[in-house]
Antibody
Framework: QVHLAQSGAEVKRPGASVKVSCKASGYTFTAYYIQWVRQAPGQGLEWMGVINSSGGTTSYSQKFQGRVTMTRDTSTTTVYMEVSSLTSEDTAVYYC????????????????WGQGTTVTVSS | QSVLTQPPSVSGAPGQRVTISCTGSSSNIGAGYDVHWYQQLPGKAPRLLLYGYSNRPSGVPERFSGSKSGTSASLAITGLQAEDEADYYCHSYDSSMTVLFGGGTKLTVL
């Protein structure tokens, strides 16, 4: 069945970087976009960006521009998101989610979600 | 803060009907961008509940419905059940070139 499997929890020091993976299975990888959403403890959902799994083009939230990099490996059907210059405010659960279309014309929403990856930033 | 505004909390007794609003503006909901709704159970990933304002993915009960009016969207839950107790989020796009989520609404089943 359709599944997004994320990498395990991470603990990082302030100033470090973290790279989270999201392995897709059960569907045609290149036919969908992957979006990343994070959720700080006790807070709501926050959109970080999107990657076209086919061509690899990306679009990032202005808030994370310059600090987030999303890439994909079509041979392993895996998407990666790296966040640099971490601070305690980056402590959150990071989710990858699938969409059929780019956000501007996204009629079907985020229909499949990964289980989430907890990133803790602490000195 | 979110540009899509939801009430922080709503509540209802089992069997009752509750609605959750999502108020946007002319640059998102009012501009014609689709609205989607998600349910998030405690400690779990969000789950798509409605897409394109009012369409239910396979497996979502008919008790969940959605609508749009002007610059707002609404989620209605009828025949409230204990298992519906969760956080609910609306989701849309804004012409400022970003994706928006509402702040979330905590539903309590009394």
């Amino acid at each position: 069945q359709v599944h997004l499997a994320q990498s395990g929890a991470e603990v990082k020091r302030p100033g470090a970087s973290v790279k989270v993976s999201c392995k897709a299975s059960g569907y045609t990888f290149t036919a969908y976009y992957i979006q990343w959403v994070r959720q700080a403890p006790g807070q709501g959902l926050e959109w970080m960006g999107v990657i076209n799994s086919s061509g690899g083009t990306t679009s990032y939230s202005q808030k994370f521009q310059g600090r987030v990099t999303m890439t994909r490996d079509t041979s392993t059907t895996t998407v990666y998101m790296e966040v640099s210059s971490l601070t305690s405010e980056d402590t959150a659960v990071y989710y990858c989610a699938r969409s059929q279309y780019y956000p501007t014309t996204d009629y079907y929403g985020l229909d499949v979600w990964g289980q989430g990856t907890t990133v803790t930033v602490s000195s | 803060q979110s540009v899509l505004t939801q009430p922080p909390s709503v509540s209802g007794a089992p069997g009752q009907r509750v609605t959750i609003s999502c108020t946007g503006s002319s640059s998102n909901i009012g501009a014609g961008y689709d609205v989607h709704w998600y349910q998030q159970l405690p400690g779990k990933a969000p789950r798509l509940l409605l897409y394109g304002y009012s369409n239910r993915p396979s497996g979502v009960p008919e008790r969940f419905s959605g609508s749009k009016s002007g610059t707002s969207a609404s989620l209605a839950i009828t025949g409230l059940q204990a298992e519906d107790e969760a956080d609910y989020y609306c989701h849309s796009y804004d012409s400022s070139m970003t994706v928006l989520f509402g702040g979330g609404t905590k539903l309590t089943v009394l």
